[in-house]
């Protein structure tokens, strides 16, 4: 296709908040058939709220939370922050922590008043308590696990509801001819399938890892795939999918910079209007 399509369609995308960066991307939107959701800050809001701690036996609710909050001061995770909210709304003064060390994929790590603390999936907290045992959620909940100096101390547990547009937008990229639509998730498998029931999805993959998306992009059957993801740990799933999209405005910088198509408006709906414009640009034959 001419330049010009081409320019066109990325300036018209560009106004709409969507930022296409290489000159195939277009083309490829338009020929899509395949979409793989991330849950975390994808789906959902990423905009989670504490419903409970959980603790073991002995130990205090807002102290557990408190000394989880000082560690995910340094973490960059959607709960994290979701985390030192809970803390500031209890009026928790948080300490400063130090000797931290960002897991990725599956937590933090900090020194907390002297204290260490482990903040995150229980297969990291399992690393300093192999006892430490899963915190049971109702649909919708998402738990963290917290460890003080290796012993496992309690659970956060959060919600972080589907995006109210999120049903409809896979309701749309079926209509426009999608023949898979899956969700890719980090997180455990109730609360993937929780998500995904409600959102729509019948093809569910939970407790990947990052290579793990990457693995099943590289093997789903309709192609182009585009992959749509806002985290750390989205960042080689998104630079390996046909189409990588990253949700940009509140998601992280290395999602951003591993994809094709940044959303800089956090609406997932624009993922629709995205391949609409490659369509319109390109005018692909159905
Ligand atoms: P997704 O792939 O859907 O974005 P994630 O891989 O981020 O999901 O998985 C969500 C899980 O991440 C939660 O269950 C939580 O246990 C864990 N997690 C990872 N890092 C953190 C952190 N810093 N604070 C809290 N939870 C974390
Ligand atoms: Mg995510």
Known sequence: ?????????TSRAARSGIVVKGGATLEALARARSVA?????????????????EVVE?????????????AEQFSSHVLADGVMRAAHARGLSLS????????????????????????????????????????????????????VDGRLVGHLVLVDPLRPNAAATVRVLRELGMQEVALLTGDNVATAWSLADE??????????????????????????VVMVGDGVNDAPVLAAADVGIAMGARG??????????VITRDDIGKVVQAVDIGRQTYRVAL
């Not at 296709?1 to 369609?9: E, K, T």
């Not at 959102?199 to 182009?224: Q, W, Y």
Request: charged fraction near 25%; glycine fraction near 10%.
């Open 58 to 70: 002995g130990h205090d609710p807002d102290e557990v939370l408190r000394l989880a909050a000082s």
């Open 1 to 9: 296709a001419a330049p010009v399509a081409f320019l066109g369609g």
């Open 96 to 147: 400063e922590g130090s000797e931290a060390q960002e897991r990725a994929t599956d937590g933090v790590t900090a020194v907390v008043d002297g204290r260490s603390v482990v903040v995150g999936k229980l297969r990291l907290v399992r690393e300093t308590d192999p006892t430490a045992y899963p915190c049971p959620v109702r649909s919708g909940e998402t738990s963290v696990a917290v460890a």
């Open 199 to 224: 959102a729509g999805i019948g093809s569910v993959h939970a407790e990947l890892l990052p290579e793990d998306k990457v693995r099943l992009v590289a093997g789903m059957s309709h192609r182009p």
């Open 37 to 53: 959701f991330d849950k975390t800050g994808t789906l959902s809001q990423g905009r989670p709220e504490l419903a409970r701690v």
């Open 252 to 261: 992280s910088t290395a999602a951003s910079e591993a994809a094709d198509v």
